[in-house]
């Protein structure tokens, strides 16, 4: 969560020419935050010129405004831009349902996911496609669907990964959480070999919702009672839940990531998910704000579940989740600058081709071919 410069991303629609008006306005509001904090001395400037790759000066100035107690600004500045910014409502998906790119087959023969938009679906939406293969069998599919009744003209990705075919590990960033670590930052070289998906982390461990931290045997972030926690175990297989009620530590525990509240628990939305504030979802524009979010959860049989995309709300996420069959699920990261869902094939010898997860994504399916700024998972094929 940060960059205040990319709150909300415009998706093709109605009337165009408004919303470029917009967007001009919006990109008027992204300068305020290099504009406020220019006189802050060489301290910003060294930031934002430092920045690794995949990261704008706006993004790094965000970063380094909420470290030094500026988070009020940047959330105010984020709120903002949402005021003159927000996504249309109505339409139609430019070109109707994509099919997903890469795709290895014809549509899966698994039931589709209903629409979460009324009416019938439209041609293609909610259909699994096989994008990553082992052993003859789906290790990965994915399909998109419409985020909700109002914002139309939006897709959302879904991807479900097999876990008895991938395997999942945490990777640092090398602004945070910092320091020295056996897993990589990027997927450079032979650290990309056998990778089949990759996505964002979640909050800054900074803010003051207060995500814990747990890699490698070292805590860098206390891990609070409660909080939502991705937990991958050293055999690569992940759960999600609540710490300390649902997961906790163990000698099998390989990382743990923690980001809010559960947002899916039992199969059921959070029921906070439209009324809670910053101490269920964090110091952000808002739960009932309609951003690019991302969240990550597990079905009843172990199945784990991605989901990413723009006008999201925290209750529409959630709902998504449950649909895709989770039983406990989180929301991850939001803001197009970090929501980033990759699914690759793996080209022995060559660099992993990456593809986007949904439309309107705008990480790049190369931003974990470089080191990031922030931690970040991936799914490798199994031995």
Not at 30 to 44: E, I, P
Not at 66 to 82: A, I, S
Not at 237 to 242: S, T
Request: with cysteine; glycine share 14%; net charge negative.
């Amino acid at each position: 969560m940060s960059a205040v410069e990319t709150t909300v991303g415009i998706a093709p629609g109605p009337e165009p020419s408004r919303r470029r008006r917009r967007r001009r306005r919006a990109g008027a509001v992204m300068g305020v935050l290099v504009v406020l904090l220019g006189g802050a001395g060489a301290g910003v400037g060294a930031v934002t010129l430092a920045a690794p790759p995949g990261t704008g000066p706006v993004e790094a100035t965000a970063e380094w405004a909420r470290d030094h107690g500026l988070n009020w600004l940047v959330t105010g500045l984020e709120k903002l831009q949402y005021a003159v910014d927000a996504p249309s409502e109505g339409g139609t998906p430019a070109g109707g349902i994509p099919r997903a790119p890469g795709a290895l087959s014809d549509p899966a023969s698994t039931p589709p996911l209903a629409p979460v938009a009324a009416g019938a679906p439209l041609p293609g939406e909610g259909v699994w496609q096989t994008v990553v293969a082992a052993h003859g069998r789906p290790a990965v599919q994915v399909t998109t669907l419409r985020v909700d009744d109002t914002h139309t003209s939006y897709l959302a990705g879904v991807l479900r990964m097999d876990p008895v075919l991938v395997r999942g590990t945490l990777h640092p960033g090398v602004g945070e959480p910092a320091g020295h670590w056996h897993a990589s930052t990027s997927l450079a070289g032979r650290a990309g070999a056998g990778v089949a998906v990759a996505f964002n982390g979640g909050f800054k461990l900074s803010d003051p919702s207060h995500n814990g931290y747990y890699a490698e045997g070292r805590t860098v972030a206390p891990l609070l009672p409660g909080k939502a926690s991705l937990v991958l175990h050293t055999d690569g297989r992940a759960d999600v839940g609540a710490w300390g009620t649902e997961v906790w530590m163990g000698p099998d525990v390989a990382s743990v990531r923690q980001n809010l509240l559960p947002l899916v628990d039992d199969g059921a939305v959070n029921p906070t998910c439209a009324t809670g504030g910053t101490a269920e979802w964090g110091s952000t524009v808002g739960q009932n704000a309609f951003v690019h979010r991302s969240g990550f959860g597990v079905t009843a049989d172990g199945t784990e579940v991605y989901v990413a995309g723009p006008a999201l709300s925290v209750c529409t996420l959630g709902r998504l989740l449950a649909d895709a069959g989770v039983v406990r699920g989180m929301e991850l990261d939001i803001n197009p600058a970090w929501v980033s869902g990759t699914y690759f094939h793996d080209r022995p010898g060559h660099t992993p081709q990456g593809f986007a997860l949904f439309p309107a994504e705008q990480v790049p399916p190369t931003h974990y071919l470089t080191p990031t700024m922030r931690d970040w998972f991936a799914w490798y094929l199994r031995s």
